[in-house]
């Protein structure tokens, strides 16, 4: 159909339907595609057939340069190098995904508190119970002392970040450009850089440092935990935490990790004091500590240019002016360090804290104390101690060690109410060439007679029915007991004392009477009782376990630490409790692994131990051994107990010791040589002057200010103590046990038992108790005070001359008349001559006389006078003479 219209002619045609034309689309890309695809196919055929039939050849073909070029820079090769560069990034992302995957388990290691936990000192430190710090105990390896970021001085930190990471505050644990410069300048034939960032060489050191040294392909999957690592560690703290870590961590030289433990042996301060020159010769170390060591002389060339490197670059990075830097470089540093000291350099109470930290490896294991980080707070007072290093001091300054023949000694003194160590030297001096690091406080060493007063103890607390009991008046006869004791038995002074109270044999030490101490209660018990007292080591190596008896007088060996424990024991009234020298023990967590708790069990009655006391502590008893107030038996101010000993070898003393205390404190002192050589004087009260200083400071200036003891403080008397003149019974002790009465004649002037010999004017007949004695089963007869009843008169004999007398009584004058006696000397001298008038003694005239006397009969009298004149000499014979004076006319 068709129109006309003023502007043309048109037909309209009929529309298609949607459907068809869309079909018509699709066709027609179809068709192009196919066509595109044909004539792609159709260009391959024809290339290849361009191509050699051999694929070598081909292969060659398509490689030549030209043709090689040509594909690359054409639209197909573009299109190729894009796929090749999709897929190359897309494989690395899985591999780096799938290596962060595979290393993710190493990121439990570094949880918040992980790291810092594996960052922790090494060092670990003892002090004494006032917080005095005794020792560092840095180990035999490389030990670290870790403080916090405000303990690391400014200069320490910037010169750390000068030298090892100048871009610290930018990165996140990984520096691209660090690792460009540094490939850059090792290429380049510079200095040897590395590209590692400070948090990476904290990673390695914390977590890689046994694999650090691996620097070829088997260190690859090392550096990348590294990296990751490093990206964590950014993550989880902020970068003061992370430089104080590294600081605490990084090897300073030689044995020293960490910059406090650095600082503080060169230049003997903290590391937050450390000045410009200081701090930069310390940053300098970690690169290489070996070769850096200051103490390595060889090196210090290299220390020093590498500490003018720090410099220059805190100069570069603006953290100090160039004016500083050239005054540090002047700094004589080298000439600043200290002398490198030993492992022991000082240490205080060396003895005392190496017996500590024996304890702890025993209590806690050796790996544990190895390890470090423990902050060890002992029993010690350094007060006390430092008094105790200086009495020691001054008896070996004496002439007294070369006197006595001793060239070592030891001492421990005990806190009495808590059992705790208060003070121990184990030699006369821990530095003393050969034996000074030996603890002779700790060794075995006979105690001698000082093991007497735990064999009373236990003998006091008798209590069986039926059988004796002993308190310090009772007897035990000192006498010959071979028999008994299965060997010869004799006392220091080779003399028996017969008939002697315990308190008396005690005091001047005897032995037979302490070996019957020990028969009557049983060998056994009496040593259980003295290890239950704290003496655990007595008698208990090799051989000594078979002593028998000889343990009673100290025949076995015993640690001074043990004796005096067993000693305050006898202090604590019968109550033990274990020796301590531990007081706290914390982890480098802070943790507390160990403390100190009080424990006690009761061991002999209260009334024994009392008992014991009250014998040591008396002046009058021993003064027959040492006379009255002798140096530190008594004690100006402080009344304490106090027991002696010597040990011998061959009949001959070898060791010489004394033990005191008081309600307070406990001390004991040794002095011998540790190769047993006999002495040349064994005096047992030798120690004295040392337990008088001690315990004279101990307690008045010490223990009395602090309210731990007053003056005159003693031990309370037990409930049923019984009193009987100046002897003391337990509540269970029967007087009249076993006892008689009876008489015996005496000898006036021996005071022993009268004899045939014995004249009739030297007898006297006295009340003596009968007893039989319990070991030997034989009489005994108790005299009066100062009469023996176990030896015969050896003053007279039946030989003795009496003396003779001859009186005259001639006229003077009057009424008057001169009386004279005559004497003639007998076997003993003369003593005096008694003048008598009618049988009434009018004048006694000592010898030598003269023997005259004026005598005037009185008025009145009627009847004559009769004088007699009566000699007696000194052994108390007599002899008489009359004269008459006639009547008065």
């Known amino acids: 159909m068709g129109c006309n219209t003023a502007y043309g002619k048109y037909i309209t045609v009929a529309k298609k339907p949607s459907h068809s034309r869309k079909m018509s689309v699709y066709s027609n890309l179809s068709h192009r595609l196919k066509t595109k695809k044909d004539t792609e196919i159709r260009k391959r055929a024809q290339y290849l057939a361009t191509l050699p039939k051999h694929p070598l050849k081909r292969l060659l073909y398509r490689m030549h340069p030209k043709r090689f070029a040509a594909y690359w820079f054409s639209k197909q090769g573009a299109i190729m190098a894009l796929k090749v560069t999709g897929v190359a990034i897309l494989v690395m992302a899985l591999l780096v995904g799938g290596l962060f995957a595979y290393f993710r388990k190493d990121l439990d290691a570094i949880r918040p508190g992980e790291l810092s936990k594996r960052v922790q000192t090494t060092v670990s430190k003892y002090y004494d119970r006032n917080g005095a710090l005794l020792w560092e105990d840095k180990g035999d390896g490389n030990y670290k002392l870790v403080v916090k970021s405000s303990e ?128 930069t010769l310390l940053a300098s170390i970690p690169q290489n500590p070996s070769t850096y060591d200051p103490y390595n002389v060889a090196g210090h060339q290299g220390l020093i240019a590498r500490q003018h490197t720090v410099i220059n670059n805190m100069v570069d990075q603006g953290m100090i002016t160039q004016a500083e830097a050239d005054a540090a470089k002047k700094f004589p540093i080298i000439d600043s360090l200290k002398p490198e000291s030993t492992q022991y350099a000082g240490i205080k109470a060396p003895h005392f804290v190496q017996m500590v930290r024996s304890q702890l490896e025993n209590e806690l294991g050796k790996a544990t104390v190895g390890k470090g980080g423990l902050a060890v707070t002992t029993t010690l007072d350094q007060r006390i101690q430092q008094k105790l290093e200086e009495s020691m001091n001054d008896m070996f300054k004496s002439s007294i060690p070369n006197f006595a023949g001793f060239s070592n000694g030891a001492a421990t003194v005990e806190d009495t109410q808590t059992g705790q160590i208060v003070a121990l030297m184990g030699s006369r001096d821990f530095s003393y060439e050969g034996f000074g690091q030996d603890n002779a406080a700790v060794a075995s060493i006979q105690p001698g007679s000082t093991v007497k007063g735990l064999v009373y103890a236990e003998l006091f607390q008798q209590k069986a029915t039926g059988k004796p009991n002993y308190g310090s008046g009772t007897v035990l006869k000192d006498e010959p007991i071979d028999a008994i004791y299965g060997a010869k038995l004799q006392n220091a002074d080779r003399k028996f004392k017969g008939n002697v109270t315990i308190r008396t044999s005690l005091a001047t030490s005897r032995n037979i009477p302490a070996v019957k101490a020990m028969y009557l209660s049983g060998i056994n018990p009496t040593l259980a009782t003295i290890r239950g007292m704290g003496g655990t080591s007595y008698c208990t190596q090799g051989t000594e376990i078979q002593a028998g008896l000889s343990s009673a007088i100290g025949g076995c060996g015993i640690k001074q630490v043990d004796l005096v424990n067993a000693y305050a024991s006898l202090a604590r009234q019968g109550v033990y409790k274990p020796r301590a020298s531990i007081l706290e023990v914390k982890n480098s967590s802070g943790e507390i692994i160990k403390k100190w708790t009080d424990e006690s069990k009761k061991i002999i009655d209260p009334q024994a131990a009392y008992i014991v006391s009250d014998i040591l502590a008396d002046d009058n008893a021993r003064a027959g051994l040492f006379g009255r107030n002798a140096t530190g038996m008594s ?146 007869f108790i005299a009066p005070d100062g009469y023996d009843s176990t030896a015969d008169d050896d003053v007279h004999k039946c030989e003795d001359i009496k ?21 003639t000397q007998g076997t003993f001298s003369i003593g005096s001559v008694d003048i008598k008038i009618n049988g009434t003694v009018v004048s006694t005239i000592a010898a030598p006389g003269p023997y005259t006397y004026t005598y005037t009969v009185p008025a009145g009298t009627t009847t004559a006078q009769t004088v007699t004149a009566t000699v007696t000499d000194t052994g108390l014979y007599n002899t008489s003479a009359s004269a008459t004076i006639p009547a008065p006319t």
Request: proline content about 4%; charged content about 20%.
């Open 152 to 279: 690391l001085g400014s200069y320490l930190k910037n010169a750390t970040i000068a030298i090892e990471d100048r871009e610290f505050y930018e990165h996140n644990g990984v520096s691209p450009t660090g690792l460009m410069r540094a490939v850059l300048n090792n290429a380049g034939g510079g200095d040897i850089q590395g590209g590692s960032t400070l948090t990476q060489q904290l990673v390695k050191q914390v977590f890689f440092a046994d694999e650090a040294q691996n620097r070829g392909l088997g260190g690859i999957p090392r550096k990348i935990k590294e990296l990751i690592l490093a990206v964590e560690v950014e993550r989880m703290y902020d970068k003061d935490q992370i430089l104080t870590l590294y600081l605490n961590e990084s090897p300073y030289g030689g044995r020293r990790n960490g910059a406090e433990s650095g600082a503080q042996t060169y230049f003997g301060k903290t590391a937050k004091e450390l000045t410009l020159p200081e701090a």
């Open 635 to 780: 004690i100006p101010g402080v009344k304490t107990a106090t027991k002696t000993g010597t040990s011998d070898k061959g009949g001959f003393a070898k060791d010489i010791w004394m033990m005191s205390y008081s309600p307070a404190l406990t001390m004991g002192v040794w002095l011998g040589n540790s190769d047993t050589t006999i002495l040349k004087n064994g005096n047992s009260s030798l120690p004295g002057s040392i337990i008088a200083k001690v315990m004279g400071y101990a307690h008045k200036d010490v223990y009395a200010p602090e309210g731990k003891w007053k003056a005159g403080d003693w031990f309370i008397q037990p409930v049923g103590i019984q009193k009987i003149g100046n002897e003391l019974y337990p509540s269970w002790w029967n007087k009249t046990q076993g006892q008689t009465n009876a008489k015996m004649i005496f000898d006036k002037a021996s005071k022993k038992k009268a004899t045939a010999c014995t004249p009739d004017s030297a007898k006297i007949e006295l009340n003596v108790t009968k007893m039989v004695d319990p070991v030997t089963k034989k009489d005994i």
């Open 803 to 823: 003396p003779s007398v001859s009186v005259t009584a001639n006229k003077a004058s009057g009424t008057a008349y001169t009386i004279t006696a005559s004497i």
